[in-house]
């Protein structure tokens, strides 16, 4: 066997372990998301491919060492499919990276148009005495002060508006709970912050870092 095809094989199957690691971690990273309330859908196509790169890269090196399993007559049909392909995983991830700080930093709105939107999710058609309010809340992680409203916690997931905005009924009693986020010293942390039936701030009940040192 010549030492350029003995290079090849090795080269291919180191490529391969790099992909198997890298699907393990994406494994791991959608699980992360999937358990804070992130949509990880979108990373599962990303994960199929890079599975398809494994099979053609164990398929290439068998070629190399004279195991033909696919026969083809034309070997820049190979390459051509490969740049096909290795396009279409660039544009994916790219776009599904897109999509997660999306969910994740959220959308610029306008306080009019996020009140709506929070009415609408909420079902409420009545009046709420503090619907503009400031809230003022304090990090217990880094000790700052945030100053909110119910506009900018819309705004903050305006992708993930079931993980911002939940609303709560015990006994005939309404409550709100809203997730404020704001750039903490270990990255965007968001605090949980129940609010009574007319949206004055009440307790707080968790405060949990959303996108930082780790995932």
Known sequence: MDVD???GIVLTAVGVII???TITTLTLVMRL???????NRRWFFVQIMLVFFVVGYIINALEMGGIDIIPVANDLLIV???YFFGGIFTIVTILAIRNMLRDILGKHIPDEEAIGIFLKITDTDRVLTHLNEMFVVKCDNCNKVLTYTVADVVRDHAFTLERGIQVEEVFGTVSYKLHPVHKCKD???EICVVHDN????????ENRLIYGGRI
Not at 33 to 39: E, N, V, Y
């Open 5 to 7: 095809v003995i290079i």
């Open 19 to 21: 992909l198997i690691t």
């Open 33 to 39: 998301l999937g358990r804070r309330a992130f949509s």
């Open 80 to 82: 051509s499919f490969v």
């Open 187 to 189: 990255g965007r942390r």
């Open 198 to 205: 007319n949206l004055a701030s009440r307790s707080v009940e």
